[in-house]
């Protein structure tokens, strides 16, 4: 297998260290507008496996005669959500499979954007499926943590642990803290705002999609491995638009621990103007520029890729399945913790980014064995679970199941 991966900020530099471990590929290519970064990412594997080129991300051209230049079978977008669709059909046009974290973007409804769903997360990749289908190549997206291992787990949940399922609630939650900082995100913040302050969607099977206010059905959800209890609320995420297209469930969800710091934080930023993506003029030494706010706030933050030192703490993704097995009412709480104590001395990766990047790794490893295949646009819990997880406790990163009660943990 040869990879081109496009991204080598930190999940993409997350990604070739911990391929560098692994030897089910030939060849890795790691692109980047960045060059230096790119030749980083490389370098410090210390393994002739990888290279490193200059691409934007957004040029579909010149990606594509990258992958011909290498002769790459897949593509790995390691890149924030703007520029899923160029590196998408790159692909598709030069022959490669496309595996990616985060799906093309969502834009809400024009008159009701708190009530009905406008253009949802990864409708622009789904209308294409036909034509990854006629081609004979594999679109697996949102294959991270979350969306990715979280689908996996509800596929896994659905196929061995439950007869019917009631709700799917993916929830996420962390004790991280960052020594310096009043204010600093673990991950990119320019995605962080887009899937917080859109409406989020809901999945109901009698309903279809539908979206409410942001930070909504608040609720207490107690994580494991001494993380806690934390405050989760609606966000807008892949899952809700992916568990629903191969598993059977009644309600979908997703839940994100922010803390009420964070979602202040991310309010004053909307009431602003400041979470925009559309580029304002504002003046300069060399004249007037075009800037787009969330760039501007992005740049005055740390790069979340930095931070494993300053880092401190745990973060949990999972998935919560309630339901039924053998005529008895169950509920399971499915999860993967990451300490950056750990992730830092074993891997120079900050807890959130390596949790991020493990997950495509193991997907590619699948794909490269031919124990995951397929055809078409599919999300990851399109594909057998098992392998999969036990895959990802090969490489050293064990999964747990708790068992719930309905007032709390067994």
């Given at each position: 297998m040869r990879i081109l991966l496009v991204g080598a900020g930190g999940v993409g530099s997350a990604v070739t260290a911990i391929a560098a471990r692994r030897d089910f590929f030939e060849h890795m290519v790691v692109a980047d507008y960045d060059l230096g970064r790119a030749e980083r990412a490389a370098a410090r594997t210390a393994d002739a496996r990888f290279s490193a080129a200059r691409v934007d991300a957004s040029d579909q051209a010149a990606v594509q005669a990258l992958l011909v230049e290498h002769r790459c079978d897949v593509l790995l977008n390691a890149t924030d959500p703007r520029f899923v669709m160029p590196?998408?059909?790159?692909?598709?046009?030069?022959?490669?499979?496309?595996?990616?974290?985060?799906?093309?973007?969502?834009?809400?409804?024009?008159?009701?954007?708190?009530?009905?769903?406008?253009?949802?997360?990864?409708?622009?990749?789904?209308?294409?499926?036909?034509?990854?289908?006629?081609?004979?190549?594999?679109?697996?997206?949102?294959?991270?943590?979350?969306?990715?291992?979280?689908?996996?787990?509800?596929?896994?949940?659905?196929?061995?642990?439950?007869?019917?399922?009631?709700?799917?609630?993916?929830?996420?939650?962390?004790?991280?803290?960052?020594?310096?900082?009043?204010?600093a995100p673990s991950f990119s913040i320019w995605t962080t705002i887009e899937e917080c302050l859109n409406p989020p969607v809901v999945f109901e099977k009698d309903r279809g999609w539908y979206t409410t206010e942001p930070f909504t059905e608040a609720e207490v959800f107690d994580f494991p491995e001494g993380i806690g209890p934390?405050?989760?609320?609606?966000?807008?995420?892949?899952?809700?638009?992916?568990?629903?297209?191969?598993?059977?469930?009644?309600?979908?969800?997703?839940?994100?621990?922010l803390g009420d710091e964070f979602i202040g934080v991310l309010k004053t930023l909307h009431k602003l103007g400041l979470d925009s993506t559309e580029p304002v003029t504002v003046p300069s030494e060399h004249g007037p520029v075009k800037v787009s706010p969330r760039d501007v706030v992005a740049a005055c933050l740390p790069d979340p890729a930095t931070l494993g030192e300053r880092m401190h703490g745990k973060t949990c993704a999972g998935t919560w399945v309630k339901g039924s097995k053998d005529g008895r009412p169950r509920e399971v709480y499915l999860y993967h913790v990451a300490d950056n104590q750990w992730t830092m001395q074993e891997y120079g990766a900050q807890a959130v980014v390596w949790q991020t990047a493990i997950n495509p790794v193991v997907a590619l490893e699948l794909m490269a064995s031919g124990q995951w295949t397929g055809s078409g646009v599919l999300g990851p819990e399109a594909l057998p679970p098992k392998p999969f997880l036990d895959l990802l406790t090969a490489y050293g990163s064990p999964w747990g199941i708790r068992e719930q009660s309905a007032t709390g943990t067994d």
């Open positions: 590196l998408f059909e790159a692909a598709l046009a030069g022959g490669a499979h496309y595996l990616d974290m985060a799906m093309s973007l969502s834009r809400p409804h024009p008159e009701r954007p708190y009530q009905d769903t406008g253009v949802k997360l990864g409708d622009a990749q789904f209308a294409r499926a036909d034509a990854w289908a006629a081609a004979d190549r594999l679109a697996l997206v949102g294959i991270g943590v979350e969306p990715g291992l979280s689908d996996v787990f509800a596929r896994y949940a659905a196929d061995e642990l439950f007869d019917e399922i009631e709700e799917i609630g993916v929830r996420d939650g962390a004790n991280l803290t960052v020594d310096g900082y009043d204010f934390v405050e989760c609320v609606n966000v807008e995420h892949e899952e809700v638009l992916l568990v629903p297209r191969w598993v059977d469930a009644q309600r979908v969800t997703f839940k994100y621990g």
